[in-house]
């Protein structure tokens, strides 16, 4: 099992910056991929950024490319997402996640933290 607890989320004006934080907890999971999702009303969650925690080279959605970047504390076991120039769109609530560490679906999911992005 792995628990996953997000903190840092709130309104931010757009061209703002948030830094978001998820602090993880249980077996194996520096074996796993670590990412972050999102999800605005009405529409599906969507991948935003994720990285392999030991070793792995940071992926982002074509959408946050340039503004989001990933970082990681290993003595805190926390994963962070740095949300710079955020816009409007950003607007959601963003989910930490943890992949198994066989499939590599995430399969472990933080409770959400609300972004909201004032124009």
């Known amino acids: 099992q792995v628990q996953l607890v997000e903190s840092g989320g709130g309104l931010v004006q757009a061209g703002g910056s948030l830094r978001l934080s998820c602090t993880a907890s249980?077996?194996?999971?520096?074996?796993?991929?670590m990412g972050w999702f999102r999800q605005a009303p009405g529409k599906e969650r969507e991948f935003v950024a994720a990285?392999?925690?030991?070793?792995?080279?940071?992926r982002y959605a074509d959408s946050v490319k340039g503004r989001f970047s990933l970082s990681r504390d290993n003595a805190k076991n926390t994963l962070y997402l740095q949300m710079d120039s955020v816009k409007p769109e950003d607007t959601a609530v963003y989910y930490c996640?943890?992949?198994?560490?066989?499939?590599?679906?995430?399969?472990?999911w933080g409770q959400g933290t609300q972004v909201t992005v004032s124009s």
């Open positions: 996640a943890a992949s198994d560490v066989d499939t590599a679906a995430y399969v472990y």
């Open positions: 249980g077996r194996a999971f520096s074996r796993r991929t």
């Open positions: 990285i392999l925690w030991i070793g792995g080279t940071p």
